[in-house]
């Protein structure tokens, strides 16, 4: 099993930043990704952005090129989310994700969301 930790979510004004944290821990061998998803109310829970622990590559939904940014430190497990020029519509629970490859399986692992509101 993988434990995921999330921390720095909030209330801000639009146009602020927040900066998003989740830290693995547990059987954190062969992590393939982490990344986040987030989810408003009444809408399905989306991608936010993901990055790759082998070769860095990252991903963002087309709402958050460049507003969001995605970041790991691959030696502390940890993801980071660095989210500025905030607007009311990212307002959701955001879940960090990890994605564990073994013997040719994807196993997905979830957080327990954190709140980020934007609102003035």
């Known amino acids: 099993q993988v434990q995921l930790v999330e921390s720095g979510g909030g209330l801000v004004q639009p146009g602020g930043s927040l900066r998003l944290s989740c830290v693995a821990s547990g059987s954190i061998f062969s992590i393939n990704t982490m990344g986040w998803y987030r989810q408003a109310p009444g809408k399905e829970r989306e991608l936010v952005a993901r990055?790759?622990?082998?070769?860095?590559?990252?991903n963002y939904a087309d709402s958050v090129k460049g507003r969001f940014t995605i970041s790991g430190d691959y030696a502390k497990n940890t993801v980071y989310l660095q989210m500025n020029s905030l607007k009311p519509e990212d307002t959701a629970v955001y879940y960090c994700?990890?994605?564990?490859?073994?013997?040719?399986?994807?196993?997905?692992?979830w957080g327990q969301g954190t709140q980020v509101t934007v609102s003035s």
């Open positions: 994700n990890v994605i564990r490859t073994h013997i040719g399986n994807n196993y997905w692992y």
């Open positions: 990055v790759s622990f082998g070769g860095g590559t990252t």
